[in-house]
């Protein structure tokens, strides 16, 4: 079997096992068990031996299996293919599987590798978006000319250069960092903007990780299995806020004017609409065709507020009929707003705070005597 034909990345244990296959004579099995290594492989294999259920000490498959899951199928499935049991696998085959990443695996080879978190200004931004736009542009015209390009990247290719300064004689080793953009950026552009810039460090950031898409040459970025892959790329080791080294820059006024007028600038304009246009444009539906009740029904439309001399006739009525009324049921009958409703009804009657009519309303005294009520 050929050796590209082999999973991405197992070489360690394609290494490990040749050596034991070696010693034990089985080097003709080295091919199969290196190819178990795709989770596909070992999946076909485990259903067999998972319907039989002959051997109790075989590992369950189970989908969307876990690394960990997968190297105890591969041991499994190793083990029975050359008779042996699983502590006759070397040590030296048992770390090169931990280090094998399977498709499901988080990738964290990286993880030590360290990391800045930069927060640039929006108008750096932008001018570094541009600037890279033109490079791509012209690289791909002189691609189509036939001209030759070097590889290696020049001075008008940089963004721009960063400077560590640490004072030597500062017994803390505090560090100051410097930012100068490369003049080429501001090429071409309608406001130049600041080449100088500091960073300035944020010691109390949480502890951050970068991840990445997987990345070329592993298992999982050639697995037919529907996994997101992640790699872990590396930990951030400084989180930095860069900003102009000179607030009175000339430059960055300029910047601070535009970008101030550009905030200022309205984004909505009102005008009147005249002639054929003016018959497509449909008013907006009004909120009781919009706005449905939980029983299908339509909201119905609110009653005009009534005077307070109004409202307080139509109370009277109603305390003519009953002489107690809870809140809620003036407001069915009376269809007013609750708070004028509140208002005009604690002027004439008063309030139970006690007894079997508690929360219920009644007619004060002085009205009681000049409404006689008709039931009580």
Request: net charge neutral; glycine share 2%; proline share 5%.
């Amino acid at each position: 079997m050929d050796f590209e034909e082999y999973p991405p990345g197992s070489e360690l244990v394609m290494s490990a096992m040749q050596k034991y296959l070696q010693k034990i004579n089985k080097l003709n099995a080295l091919s199969e068990c290196i190819h178990k290594l795709n989770p596909e492989k070992l999946e076909e294999a485990a259903n067999k031996y998972s319907r039989s259920k002959k051997d109790k000490n075989a590992p369950e498959w189970r989908p969307y299996a876990t690394p960990y899951l997968l190297r105890e199928h591969w041991r499994y499935q190793v083990c029975q293919k050359l008779s042996i049991d699983k502590k006759d696998l070397p040590e030296e085959v048992t770390e090169a599987l931990r280090a094998y990443l399977f498709p499901s695996a988080l990738d964290t080879q990286r993880a030590n590798h360290r990391a800045w978190l930069v927060k640039v200004p929006n108008f750096v931004d932008r001018a570094w978006k541009s600037f890279n736009d033109k490079r791509s542009k012209a690289d791909n015209e002189n691609d189509e000319d036939g001209m030759d390009i070097d590889a290696e990247l020049n001075d008008n290719d940089e963004l721009g250069k960063v400077r560590v300064v640490i004072d030597p004689f500062d017994k803390e080793n505090k560090e100051a960092f410097a930012v100068t953009l490369n003049a080429a950026v501001n090429e071409g552009e309608e406001h130049d903007i600041p080449v100088k810039y500091i960073m300035t460090e944020n010691i109390e950031a949480p502890e951050i990780h970068v991840f990445s898409e997987t990345r070329e040459g592993t298992a999982a970025a050639t697995s037919a299995m529907d996994v997101n892959e992640f790699i872990v790329e590396a930990k951030v080791h400084k989180k930095l806020d860069m900003r102009p080294k000179d607030a009175s820059d000339a430059a960055y006024a300029r910047v601070s004017k535009n970008r101030l007028e550009k905030a200022q600038s309205k984004s909505r304009f009102v005008q009147s609409v005249a002639g054929a246009d003016a018959a497509r444009i449909a008013p907006l539906p009004k909120r009781s065709n919009l706005v449905r009740l939980a029983d299908g029904g339509v909201t119905k439309p609110k009653a005009e507020k009534m005077e307070k001399a109004q409202l307080t006739d139509k109370l009277f009525g109603l305390f003519e009929r009953r002489t107690f009324w809870s809140l809620k049921q003036l407001l069915e009958e009376t269809k007013q707003p609750a708070m004028h409703l509140r208002e005009t009804v604690q002027e004439i009657a008063n309030l139970a705070r006690r007894g079997p009519n508690n929360g219920m309303y009644s007619l004060k005294d002085m009205y009681r005597q000049q409404n006689k009520p008709a039931e009580t």
